[in-house]
């Protein structure tokens, strides 16, 4: 698999004695859906941590694009095309909507302090081009209506779409996220998924972890599934689900 | 990719919705309420004699120096305990300055705003690197590294401090009380300016997002030490102007002025004030300035009374000190966005409380 877009190697990662991912491996392949599954406390977070960079990786290597991610912060991460979103969606609750979606292209700003004092003609220039493009972007989901609310004051299900613009208004390679639909009502499913299925249609690369396994079965072309930080299978959902260790360990503790 | 299949949705379709909505509050920019109480406030000071102006002048440095380290404290999120120590460096620049051929006005105003931010630099590289505590710690060594360097460069010559030679623009002198308010509200003014652009640009919304979650922020694409060393060298840069402005007033410099009790005071202020707005320090160096003024009317409209009258004189400085920390206790327990914070509520519940009275009938 020498075209792999993200592929994670017996990844280790242990809090004091606890190894909450204990070599754990997968391969994304440029535009494909992936799908991690695992009951509470499986070390799914975890695992998506390991490859933004949140935590150090006691053994394994994380690579994209057959670069080695190791040693690079999250930012640097970031700026390569691995953008995530938060399981909690109260993360960045202070935010206006427009506010918080512009940061999504954050790594790709030019960040001058210098010039937003003197408010420098080109500084004002990008931030206005951008507002525009953000504009733009809420519009096509039809959000422009609630562009100015601030993100505390809306249903828990519109702020995890609109995380999810966020990460995909820095047109990442690789989007990771983290239990998209948990705290989401029904109707907020099928919408986050038109948007999903939109994004891998445009190729982009996108590893899903989540509790609906309906969803990520509809959603996913593969599956992991995890269970005390250990890898219990990859493969097809239906295959993977047909399992009688995966049913016992997963769909047993739903 | 997105933008391309944004493009074919209506061009402007934010148009509507970016429009604020009335009688909202509009985060960026002052308002027309505030540019009002500026114009009557600096025509009060000048309209009144030298006192008036230099209370007004001392409201003015303080408030500098208070804005400034709100950008730390109130957006990046970090405590540091050096403000005093970082405003000497500025005065002690100035002070040495003004009697060489470098003193022309404003180059020392200058050469301090530099020396503040490379002294920012130098203590911030160490005290940011690491999470959590070390940055007041190196500003409080910083703190007492400056009062003792300044004890031992002031000497038994200079015991009372360095005099500063008057700043003057050829026969025009500027020390006068009422240039130097000018020059102070302009410097204010400017920094305001300043600040305002970078909070309400991408940098504002990326201290904001390390505040609420460093973290995650880092995820967002945010290099951490780089941006709180910014805001750290930034705000001592201009805190050392506020050293620098305060020299000139006072005429003198000496270490004894800028105390750690000076660093913590100012800290208190800023939070007094209100953090997450420009007004809210503003606001909090008028506190300072004012409110031992005020203890010292207090202890004139007691002239009747001679024993309340004395005890209120030798005991101002304590009552200061305690009123400072009674307004402290009161902001962390009930208003968390200070006096500013508490001001706009409550012109909020009055705007809406006339909106409700004006519009009962035919809302849509
Ligand atoms: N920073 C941390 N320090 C110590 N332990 C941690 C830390 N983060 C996670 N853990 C532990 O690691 C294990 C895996 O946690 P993780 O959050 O990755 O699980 P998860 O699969 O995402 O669960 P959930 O479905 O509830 O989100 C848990 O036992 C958790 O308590
Ligand atoms: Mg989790």
């Known amino acids: ?254 | 990719m997105l933008d391309s299949q944004a493009t074919t949705s209506r061009a402007d379709g934010g148009g509507d919705a970016s429009e604020p909505r009335g009688w909202r509050m509009v985060p960026s920019g002052p308002g027309l309420g505030t540019l009002v109480f500026v114009a009557i406030a600096m025509a009060t000071v000048l309209a009144g004699g030298p006192y008036a102006l230099y209370t007004g002048t001392l409201i003015c440095i303080y408030a500098i120096v208070t804005v400034s380290q709100e950008w730390i404290l109130g957006r990046a999120g970090l405590v540091s305990l050096g403000s005093a120590a970082i405003m000497a460096i500025g005065a002690y620049t100035t002070a040495r300055l003004s009697e060489t051929s470098w003193g022309l006005f404003p180059v020392p105003l200058l050469v301090s705003f530099v020396f503040g931010g490379i002294v920012g630099l130098l203590i911030g590289v160490p005290g940011l690197r690491f999470k959590g505590l070390y940055l007041m710690l190196t500003t409080l060594a910083l703190q007492f590294i400056v009062m003792f360097a300044g004890q031992k460069y002031q000497g038994v010559e200079h015991e009372a401090g360095f005099l500063v030679t008057p700043p003057t623009w050829g026969s025009l002198p500027l020390n006068t009380p009422k240039a130097l308010f000018i020059i102070t509200a302009v410097v204010l003014g400017l920094v305001l300016f300043a600040l305002s652009g970078i909070y309400r640009g991408v940098p504002g919304r990326v201290w904001n997002a390390m505040r609420q979650d460093e973290a995650a922020a880092s995820v967002l694409g945010a290099h951490l030490v780089r941006w709180k060393l910014a805001a750290f060298i930034g705000s001592s840069a201009i805190t050392a102007v506020g050293g620098s402005l305060y020299a000139y007033q006072a005429g003198q410099v000496s270490y004894n002025s800028f105390s750690l009790e000076l660093s913590l005071t100012l800290l208190v202020m800023v939070f007094i004030g209100g953090l997450g707005t420009l007004a809210g320090p503003v606001i909090g160096a008028a506190v300072i300035v004012l409110l031992p003024i005020l203890l010292d009317d207090l202890a004139d409209a007691f002239a009747g009374l001679p024993d309340v009258a004395n005890w209120l004189f030798i005991n101002q400085a304590t009552l200061a000190n305690g009123l400072y920390g009674l307004l402290l206790l009161l902001v962390l327990l009930f208003e968390r966005d200070g006096i500013f914070g508490l001001g706009r509520r409550l012109g909020r519940g009055a705007l809406g409380m006339g909106r409700r009275l004006t519009t009962t009938r035919g809302e849509n």
């Open chain 1, 1 to 254: 698999m020498s075209e792999a877009r993200l592929d994670v190697a017996g990844v280790v990662v242990a809090f004091g004695g606890l190894k909450a991912v204990d070599d754990v491996s997968f391969v994304v392949a440029p535009g494909e859906t992936f799908g991690i599954i695992g009951p509470n406390g499986a070390g799914k977070t975890t695992l998506l941590n390991a490859v933004s960079g949140l935590v150090p990786l006691q053994q394994g290597t994380v690579r994209l694009d057959g670069a080695e991610l190791h040693g690079l912060r999250p930012d640097q991460r970031t700026a390569r095309g691995v953008s995530r979103t938060f399981q909690a969606a109260e993360v960045f609750n202070e935010f206006r909507v427009r506010d918080y979606v512009s940061l999504g292209r954050l790594s790709g700003q030019r960040q001058s302090v210098v010039g937003a004092a003197l408010r420098l003609p080109g500084i004002i220039r990008a931030e206005r081009a951008e507002r525009a493009d953000v504009e733009r972007l809420l519009a096509t989901y039809g959000l422009s209506h609630i562009a100015d609310e601030v993100l505390r004051e809306l249903p828990y299900g519109v702020r995890k779409l609109v995380d999810i613009l966020r990460a995909l208004f820095g047109r990442p390679l690789v989007l990771l996220l983290d239990e998209p639909t948990s705290g989401t009502a029904t109707s907020d499913r099928v919408a986050l998924r038109e948007v999903l299925q939109q994004a891998g249609q445009d190729g982009l690369t996108t590893v899903v972890v989540d509790h609906d396994v309906q969803f990520v079965s509809d959603l996913c072309d593969r599956l992991l599934v995890v269970d005390f930080g250990q890898e219990l299978g990859t493969g097809a959902p239906a295959e993977v689900l047909a399992r009688a260790d995966v049913r016992a360990a997963y769909v047993g503790a739903e």
